[in-house]
């Protein structure tokens, strides 16, 4: 059974950084495309950032290109979401996300993490 277990959210200002992890388990990680969605409410959940697998090439919104960077850790079965310039538009609910294909949007997505809360004051 697969388990994405993120970590790192919190409340900071506007300007400031933050970094998100996602563990996962009960997969063959180096073969998943991996990503990090974002969702607020009453909106549909929006890919942000994304890592293929093999060459690990990374995919940013370009609402957070500049800011945000994603990376991952083969040892550690770990991507990371480095979010740096926080504005507070970021804000949101931010979900790892795992696929053995390239992301097509949430709708196909089948494996989620619960998600961590990012809030950041203007």
């Known amino acids: 059974q697969v388990r994405l277990a993120e970590s790192g959210g919190g409340f900071v200002q506007e300007g400031g950084s933050l970094r998100l992890s996602c563990v996962a388990s009960g997969l063959i990680f180096d073969i998943y495309y991996m990503g990090w969605f974002r969702q607020t409410p009453g909106k549909g959940r929006e890919l942000v950032a994304a890592i293929s697998r093999g060459l690990d090439e990374t995919y940013l919104a370009d609402v957070v290109k500049g800011r945000f960077t994603i990376s991952r850790d083969r040892g550690e079965n770990t991507i990371y979401l480095q979010m740096n310039n926080l504005k507070s538009e970021d804000t949101a609910v931010y979900y790892c996300?795992?696929?053995?294909?390239?992301?097509?949007?949430?709708?196909?997505?089948?494996?989620w993490g619960v998600g961590t809360q990012v809030t950041v004051s203007s």
């Open positions: 996300a795992a696929e053995a294909a390239a992301f097509r949007g949430a709708a196909a997505v089948k494996n």
